[in-house]
């Protein structure tokens, strides 16, 4: 069965740090571009990260830039978004997901996504 599987998400006050990670199982993730997005109850899906398949190209929203690293580790076929600093702003789900394509580079637009984890709640307290 082809899947991601997000963890590492909780309750942390502000000011805090989490390490988010996201492990395939059943398919690969080298050669593609890897995302994590967010949602909080009333709004959409969010863009947070891309990260380039061969780890060259890092963009952020503007939101979380300087505060969030994604990261990955091919060997592993594990990605990771290590958070700092954290908000109650950056309170919801997190979600990581797979390009569709080999030859996207780091997109922010959803569609570019065919595989999604199940997501990891972060709390963060005021």
């Known amino acids: 069965q082809r899947q991601l599987a997000e963890s590492g998400g909780g309750l942390v006050q502000a000011g805090g740090s989490l390490r988010l990670s996201c492990v395939a199982s059943?398919?690969?993730?080298?050669?593609?571009?890897m995302g994590w997005f967010r949602r909080t109850p009333g709004k959409e899906r969010e863009f947070v990260a891309s990260?380039?398949?061969?780890?060259?190209?890092?963009v952020y929203a503007d939101s979380v830039k300087g505060r969030f690293t994604i990261s990955r580790d091919n060997a592993k076929n594990t990605v990771f978004l290590q958070m700092n600093s954290l908000k109650s702003d950056d309170t919801a789900v997190y979600f990581c997901?797979?390009?569709?394509?080999?030859?996207?580079?780091?997109?922010?637009?959803?569609?570019?996504?065919?595989?999604w984890g199940q997501g990891t709640q972060v709390t963060v307290s005021s």
């Open positions: 997901a797979r390009a569709r394509s080999t030859t996207t580079n780091t997109p922010r637009d959803q569609s570019e996504y065919n595989y």
């Open positions: 059943g398919l690969t993730l080298n050669n593609y571009a």
């Open positions: 990260l380039s398949r061969r780890s060259g190209i890092a």
